[in-house]
């Protein structure tokens, strides 16, 4: 199993450098043979709003690393002319020595589709279109499209890319059709657990894994998304993790909400007050605490990889800025190293 980190932060970290735990930690995740590393797209939101496009970043993180995987997560594709997108990557991929990949998200938030309203009803029909024709763009070949005076024309985008495919996957917060479909098109599949446990995400993977071996040669890959923060002690890690990770729970209500109802059967969010809503996030956070994250010491990540491994995951991509604190989560990496050499080494 692979580890990557992932970035997902909200505007709260302290000191004036807000993109000091980004280079940081691409920089050790390059020198302690992490597999990638993933920034998000965000806008119009302090939650994850230092991330509007996840190529910048991308470029940033090549300028300061040599080997680790330089990957969106994700590229929200109905807001973006697919040329543009294999335009801005390709150059990543170039200044990283063909290290860059992408995965695509629909998109959900009605603020965001300000950039391009007219693909908010069919975003999943864009998604797939433009994962098509971003995929050829990259290989090269000219596609179609219209001119400022509305003729058709064909183009082909530069630079050319080092890597001759593009490392492709799709983002599902866990409806199965995305699942399904990465399979069908022979692409991987990036998720999490808001929204969905890990008994149902076994089904999941196993659709997927059928899908894409009937299609395609190989397997696939799964990477799940996990908020991580691991230290010596497990109930200092809660109580370090309790407030941040709430926060988080509380930007996600809806979300939150979804994954209520399997802990409260019968529970109608119309009818919560703000007492009642703090006290879901609370029994949330425990739930997700205890099983949703990566959270504890060295030995509590051992046995949740013993788990993610028969689920069939192929990497971790641990979501390391929601803690304020950038020193904190920077030390917190060694003990994730430390997670992952004895994963290695077992």
Known sequence: MDFGLFYFADEARAGTDQYRLLLEGARFADTHG????????????EFGGRYPNPAVTGAAIAAVTEHVAIRAGSVVAPLHHPARIAE?????????GGRAGIAFATGW??????LRPENYGNRRQVTTETVDTVRRLWRQESVEVNDGAGEPVKLRTHPAPIQ??????LTSSGNPETFRQAGELGVGILTHL???????????VA?????????????GHVVLMLHTFLGEDRARVREVVHQPFTDYLRSSIGLVMKAAEELVPGLDPESMDSEDIEFLLEISFDRYFDTGGLFGTVDDGM?????????GVDEIGCLIDFVPDTDTVLDSLNHLDRLKRTWEAR
Request: net charge negative.
């Open 194 to 204: 808001l929204g969905q446990s890990l008994d149902e995400l076994v089904h999941k």
């Open 109 to 114: 938030h009605l603020d965001d589709f300000a």
């Open 164 to 169: 001759p495919e593009l490392p492709t996957w």
């Open 34 to 45: 992490f597999s990638a590393v993933w920034t998000p797209e965000r806008h119009f939101h």
């Open 207 to 219: 659709d997927y894994r059928e899908h894409f071996a009937r299609n395609h040669s190989g397997t």
């Open 303 to 311: 046995a949740l990889l013993h788990s993610l491994e028969k689920i």
């Open 88 to 96: 801005e990557w390709a150059v990543v991929d170039n200044l990283s």
